[in-house]
Structure formats: C-alpha cells, structure tokens
C-alpha cells in the first residue's frame, strides 16, 4: 500500500466519519442531560430527506439544510414530549421515531416526486461544494506534506471544517460553561437541579433541541454533500454506530471523535477493498460490506470495558412537590 492510497482512504475516512460525529455529538448532549435516544438514525433520515427535497426544489443547500434542521428538531420535540412531558420510555419512543422516519420519508419523497421513494440527483448550488484551502494547488507537488494539505486536509466541504470544529466547541459548552455544567447535573441528579431553581424540564428540552439540530444537519450532509440525492433508507444504521462510539468513547467529545474516527475508518477500508483478494480465496464483497458493522459490534463487546452513562439517564423526573 502506498502512501497516496493511505491518504486517499484518510480522506475518505474523514467525509465518512463527518455524519457519525455528528449524531455522537448529538446523542452526547441528549445523553448527558439524560434523555437516551435511540433515535437518531430517524431524525438523520428525515433530515436527508427533507433537506434533499427542499434543495432540489429551491437550488439553494442552505435552504435545504434549514429544512433537514427543522424537520429533525420536530422530532426530536416529538421525543422529547414523549419522554419528558409525558414520562413515557425513552427507548420505545426513539424506535417509535425510527419507524416514523423510515416510513414517511418513503411516501413523502414518493408523493412528491414519484421516483420510487427517492428525490432527483442534486447538481450545482443544490449541493456543498468542496472548499479548497489556500495554497494547496501549489504545494500539492511537495513530498509527504504536500499530499497531506492538498489531498488530505483541503477539498472537503464546509459541514466538513465545522463538524470537527464541533469537537472542542462541545467540550468548552459541557465543561467550561453554567449551561454545561447544569446539562451535565439534570444527567446525574436532577433533583439537586430542581433545587437550585434551575428547570430541569428545560434543560432537558434545549438538550434535546440541540439533539435535534445536529441530527439534522448530519442528516443533510448525507443527502447534500457526501451523496446527491436523497435514497431509501440512506442513513444505513449509521445513527447506531454513533451510539455505539459514543458508548466506546464513554460519553466525553474528545474520545466520541476519535472512535467515530475508526468506525469511518473501518467503512472505508470496507468501501475501497471491494472483493479482496488475498491469494489463497477472494473475500467476497457482501463480507467486505458487513465488516464495519461486525467490528462495532467487537469493539463494544470486548473493548469499552465498564462504560457508566449518567446516573440519571432514562429515568422521567417527577418534580416533588
């Protein structure tokens, strides 16, 4: 393997990792404030989705971004009505949510453009363009560095630069803030929140909100940047993986970066070795497919160890009175 193929499946680890960053970020906020959200997965589809549909309607991704944002957050209020106004089960609501998702995107996207559940192929401002840092044509040619700026780093799309940027953003808000700081108590003793006369009803619902968002957004990169055009079932159970990193990463930003790092990874070595041959037989293209999702499933079973989520995560709070 040479070193321009090492980078260029970097680089595809990078545009793969982007949307499963964006949903463990996602679920981190929800999870930390004790709302578990299986839902992910649902809230990124309808994302891509609506925010596929709008752009291709409009001509503008910003557009279609504002709707996959929008359309996420009114599920995620959806389950935030379920499991904290109501007190229902978190984990029903959030399969409810997948259901929901996996069904109405289909009719929608079928009622409005009778494609067989799809949306028409995104050209031109219908789509994030790739951005490409300054200098990097010209020192594309420069040994090792060069491939690495001009290959590497540059030529992604903007949703790209920010999601990684979300990374340190997320620390600073949970462990530098009031608001984190108060995020991270409704997670572990939401009394104690109550009593200080901090509502932890909406503390939980702007977790959720902020849930929402970045499933969202996750959900448009899907359908506006990393493909163009919205598909059935598109998403792929990458909402899963990102529980399942954010389990890995027990439940801090920095570690939740670098585990969605290794699951793109994984995809990507998956994606790039189509019917390995490997001399003595030929893996075959369905095993190739399979491997990330067998790895998650490894990876969690053997290597997290003892991962504790907030004390307080799943449980509705009944305010005493």
């Not at 089960?89 to 929608?108: D, E, Y």
């Not at 010209?138 to 090792?144: C, K």
């Not at 620390?171 to 200080?196: K, Q, S």
């Not at 990874?265 to 399979?290: E, K, S, W």
């Amino acid at each position: 393997m040479d070193f321009l193929t090492i980078i260029q499946i970097l680089d595809s680890t990078i545009r793969l990792a982007t949307p499963l960053l964006l949903a463990c970020l996602a679920g981190f906020f929800s999870e930390r404030a004790g709302i578990f959200d299986i839902g992910l997965e649902g809230k990124m589809l309808i994302a891509a989705m609506f925010s596929a549909a709008v752009a291709y309607v409009t001509g503008s991704v910003w557009l279609g971004l504002l709707a996959g944002a929008a359309s996420s957050v009114a599920l995620a209020a959806l389950h935030g009505l379920a499991s904290i106004t109501f007190r229902g089960n978190q984990l029903i609501s959030g399969v409810a949510i997948n259901f929901l998702a996996a069904g109405m995107t289909v009719v929608i996207a079928q009622d409005w453009f009778q494609l067989g559940g799809r949306t028409p192929s995104l050209f031109g401002g219908a789509r994030f363009e790739p951005i490409i840092l300054p200098f990097a044509e010209a020192v594309a040619d420069v040994p090792f560095l060069g491939p690495i700026y001009a290959e590497l780093l540059s030529g992604h799309s903007i949703l790209v630069y920010v999601t990684f940027l979300l990374v340190p953003g997320t620390w600073w808000v949970i462990y530098r803030t009031r608001f984190g700081l108060r995020l991270r108590a409704v997670g572990e003793n939401p009394a104690a929140v109550d009593t200080a006369g901090v509502s932890v009803v909406g503390l939980r619902y702007a977790a959720v909100a902020i849930c929402g968002v970045l499933c969202g957004i996750a959900g448009a990169y899907l359908a506006t940047a990393l493909q163009a055009g919205f598909v059935k079932d598109m998403t792929a159970g990458r909402g899963f993986i990102a529980l399942a990193a954010l389990i890995f990463a027990k439940w801090r930003p920095w570690p939740a970066m670098w585990s969605c790092l290794l699951f793109g990874l994984l995809q990507a070595i998956a994606l790039r070795y189509q019917n390995l041959d490997l001399g003595v037989f030929t893996v075959p293209v369905q095993a190739m497919d399979v491997l990330p999702y067998v790895l998650t499933v490894i990876i969690l079973a053997g290597f997290v160890g003892k991962a504790i989520p907030p004390r307080a995560g799943g449980v509705p709070y009944v305010k005493e009175r």
